[in-house]
């Protein structure tokens, strides 16, 4: 298994089966369709599948994939944050989500910091890319502050939506 990262006040531990229940919730949070969009996780079944099809899988190719964020105080599922291949992009793509209420808590940049720093010692990732809806405001906000750029606006494969594409 890929190991666990702890920072001042989270664990980031890969994501698994045993996430199943919390990505059903986070999967389906007015947010994450807004923003990500709808996986089609309708029941803690179907998050099994997808944690098992789309993260376990990717981790035992690359090393590396979506971690769940628990607070250190109380163990609390609170969000995610990730290494991710996409189709359409060359360069992996740190993504982050948290449940609504621990958003503007700085819990997503602690993390993407953490994992920023984690690709480049652990996985020799030395140039990220992140996506996001123009209109995701607070997540381009939290790109800048973590130093990445906006290089262009672009479209993934078989997507209609307009996507910013930045660079770090």
Known sequence: MAAS?????????????????????????????????????????TAERYIAERIVAQREKYGYASFTLLRREDS?????????????????????ALLPKYEGFGYAF?????????ASEDFKIEELA???LPQNVASRKLLEKLGFQFEKFFHLPNDEKELCYYLK
Do not use: H, M
Request: glycine share 6%; proline share 4%.
């Open 130 to 132: 992140a996506i996001t």
């Open 76 to 96: 609390v599922k609170i969000g995610v944050c990730g290494l991710y291949r996409r189709d359409g992009l060359q360069l992996v793509d740190l993504g982050f």
């Open 5 to 45: 990262y702890v920072t001042p006040r989270l664990v980031l531990r890969p994501t698994d089966e045993r996430d199943a229940e919390f990505f059903f919730e986070l999967l389906n949070s007015p947010k994450w369709l807004a923003n990500i969009g709808d996986r089609q996780v309708y029941s803690v079944e």
């Open 110 to 118: 602690e993390a993407c910091q953490e994992l920023i720093q984690k």
